[in-house]
């Protein structure tokens, strides 16, 4: 691989900054280029047959791009597009589904495992069947939990409200004995410290987003060298795109180019 290439990244939207933030800290030596489709966010409400299009749109920007890989920041995308993209790029493709549920079957002890995320990615039982194909004895326990996406973007991890939220949709998994949960969402990484305080110390939590990390690094090798530069795009650029996206990177997202696909 071209060590001066970008890894791509692309979401339907910011969530999958955390992915580029784990990416950067695993990897700090490998440029980045993030495309968020904010235009067309959320891909949940939409069919298969459209997410699958607009999936391909993303990776083949990337790949104008220079990307020597593709990372698919998306769990909606990754249940719906992974195969279709996998077919269509001449390159590696790492969905953000696979490496979180093989964490999570490597890390429980007890065989219960929670996960966590948006109704269309519960609904599609992707994680379930990734956790099954690695240990079908392996209980998986579910809940969508769709008011954590907002109270993250608005930057509410410490509100009264996302506690009482959290307590509600988490104390059920708990009290049926889960010892790992997996966030199968993007966004869920900045709500950690409630969720975490919430499981209690009996849960381990699995982030997809370091998952994913980890699963890119075993396919790039040995991190670049030098400075970096970092490219961020999304399909509509707003005050809010950049507020909420450095939230969830970590660090001033300073510009963003617009693009149209």
Same mark, same amino acid.
């Given at each position: 691989m071209q060590v001066t290439a970008p890894l791509g990244v692309f979401d339907s939207g910011i969530g999958g900054l955390t992915v580029a933030a784990a990416l950067m800290r695993r990897l700090p030596g490998e440029a980045l280029a993030?495309? %968020?489709?904010?235009?067309?966010?959320?891909y949940g409400t939409k069919s298969p047959e459209v997410i699958r299009r607009y999936a391909l749109r993303c990776a083949q920007f990337l790949v104008g791009q220079g990307a020597k890989l593709v990372v698919i920041a998306c769990n909606t995308a990754s249940a719906c597009a992974v195969d279709v993209v996998r077919d269509t790029l001449d390159m590696?493709?790492?969905?953000? @589904?696979?490496?979180?549920?093989? *964490?999570? $079957?490597?890390?429980?002890?007890?065989g219960r495992v929670g996960v966590i995320g948006t109704e269309s990615t519960i609904n599609s039982g992707s994680y379930q069947r990734a956790l099954a194909a690695h240990d079908p004895h392996i209980d998986v326990l579910t809940a969508a939990c769709p008011l954590f996406v907002p109270l993250a973007e608005e930057g509410l991890a410490g509100h009264h409200a996302t506690r009482l939220l959290a307590?509600?949709? *988490?104390? +059920?998994? =708990?009290?049926? %004995? @889960?010892?790992?949960? =997996? &966030?199968?969402?993007?966004?869920? +990484?900045? &709500?950690v410290p409630? @969720?975490?305080? =919430?499981? %209690?110390? %009996?849960?381990? @939590?699995?982030?997809?987003a370091d998952?994913? $990390?980890?699963a890119v690094a075993t396919k790039v090798g040995a991190s670049g060298g030098g400075h970096p530069r970092h490219r961020f795009y999304a399909t509509d650029v707003s005050d809010r795109v950049k507020r909420v996206g450095g939230a969830?990177?970590?660090? =001033?997202?300073?510009?963003?180019? *617009?693009?149209? &696909?």
């Open positions: 993030y495309l %968020g489709d904010t235009a067309r966010v959320p590696p493709v790492v969905g953000v @589904i696979e490496p979180g549920a093989a *964490l999570a $079957a490597r890390t429980t002890k007890n307590e509600e949709y *988490l104390r +059920p998994l =708990v009290a049926r %004995g @889960i010892d790992t949960l =997996v &966030l199968g969402c993007t966004h869920y +990484p900045l &709500l409630v @969720i975490a305080d =919430v499981c %209690g110390s %009996g849960v381990t @939590i699995v982030n997809s998952a994913v $990390a980890e969830f990177l970590g660090s =001033v997202l300073e510009h963003v180019e *617009l693009v149209d &696909l």
